[in-house]
């Protein structure tokens, strides 16, 4: 049972405009949720978060939103360049486990 | 600053060998994980430890082992390797439970 869900298994984006990556979630109790970025080969990396306290965090181009109540995030980056094209994946934790999705492969087209 | 070093990076197992993932962080984080991803799905927790000497069981333990003797390694023993352990497996550490820093990751076929 998939409780963090990325619909979207793929997304292209002109260079310059605002990539949109979305991510759902079943379970009320989570409380903290990051993306990761990854490139082919290598390991994910943290490149955001944000607590259920918040509804926005933001971190140079990239921000996060969430939407308790529809149990929804979103990834905003603005403006998209070339170097973001990777797999996106969200995560969402109520303890010491994460349930990752399975990822938004980006394509920023130059 | 290594970061999170896994071993090896490929590796064949015929059906029923065994073997170790190895990893390690020089991080001093006390959170340690292992995780598998297989095509087409999300990352999923085979273990995690918070510290050294305590382990737990994530989301798909059954066909592993994990052991965490000292803070800086976490390895992740294959008993009796089986097709359905092919996989990318991916280490992870971090020193609270967030924000985790991961290895390059180790290609696993099981023939």
């Known amino acids: 049972d998939q409780q963090v869900k990325q619909n979207s298994p793929s997304l292209s984006v002109q260079e310059g405009r605002i990539s949109i990556l979305n991510c759902d979630y079943t379970?009320?109790?989570?409380?903290?949720f990051l993306w990761y970025k990854k490139y082919p080969a290598e390991g994910p990396t943290f490149l955001i978060s944000?607590?259920?306290?918040?509804d926005k965090n933001e971190d140079g181009r990239f921000t996060v939103f969430l939407n308790k109540s529809a149990k929804h995030l979103s990834l905003h980056i603005v403006p998209s360049q070339p170097g973001d094209s990777a797999v996106y994946f969200c995560a969402a934790s109520g303890g010491n486990q994460f349930y990752f999705g399975t990822g938004t492969s980006l394509t920023v087209i130059p | 600053n290594a970061g999170v070093t896994q071993t090896p990076k490929f590796r064949i197992l015929k059906i029923g060998q065994s073997m170790t993932l190895q990893c390690t962080q020089d991080?001093?984080?006390?959170?340690m994980y292992w995780y598998r991803q297989d095509p087409g799905m999300g990352l999923k927790l085979i273990y995690y430890s918070v510290g050294a000497g305590i382990t737990d069981k994530g989301e798909v333990p059954n066909g592993y082992n994990v052991s965490r003797s000292t803070t800086e390694d976490f390895p992740l023993r294959l008993e009796l390797a089986a097709p359905s352990q092919t996989s990318v497996y991916f280490c992870?550490?971090?020193?609270?439970?967030?924000?985790?820093?991961f290895g390059s990751g180790t290609r696993l076929t099981v023939v």
């Open positions: 992870a550490s971090s020193l609270e439970p967030y924000g985790y820093t």
């Open positions: 944000i607590s259920s306290i918040k």
């Open positions: 991080m001093n984080h006390n959170y």
């Open positions: 379970n009320s109790m989570f409380d903290y």
